[in-house]
Nanobody, 127 residues
Framework: QVQLVESGGGSVQAGGSLRLSCVAS????????VTWFRQSPGKEREGVAT????????YYADSVKGRFTISQDNAKSTVYLQMNILKPEDTAMYYC????????????????????WGQGTQVTVSS
């Protein structure tokens, strides 16, 4: 059974940083993709960043490029999202997601491509 547990959210001022963690059990982060999503009230869930360890690639939403970095620690079965230069528009619930189905890299940002989700961690950025 796959379980994803996020942590690390909190409240920060604009310009600050946070590091989110996603601990996976029943899922091999060293060989399988993990993606971070976020959702704020009234908005659709959007893909933020994904890591594909088997091909050693990472992809980011345009809105976070240059500010966020996704990485993994295989020994800890954990995927991180380092968020720097945070903006008020980054305020959202952040989720990590995974899937055992074949994932098309061209649609990594689509929530429908994933069937395992964590419970989320709240990030609030004040101006």
């Amino acid at each position: 059974q796959v379980q994803l547990v996020e942590s690390g959210g909190g409240s920060v001022q604009a310009g600050g940083s946070l590091r989110l963690s996603c601990v996976a059990s029943g899922y091999t982060v060293s060989t399988s993709p993990v993606t971070w999503f976020r959702q704020s009230p009234g908005k659709e869930r959007e893909g933020v960043a994904t890591i594909w360890p088997d091909v050693r690639r990472t992809y980011y939403a345009d809105s976070v490029k240059g500010r966020f970095t996704i990485s993994q620690d295989n020994a800890k079965s954990t995927v991180y999202l380092q968020m720097n230069i945070l903006k008020p528009e980054d305020t959202a619930m952040y989720y990590c997601a995974a899937t055992r189905q074949t994932l098309n890299i061209g649609t990594w940002y689509s929530p429908r491509a994933y069937n395992y989700w964590g419970q989320g961690t709240q990030v609030t950025v004040s101006s």
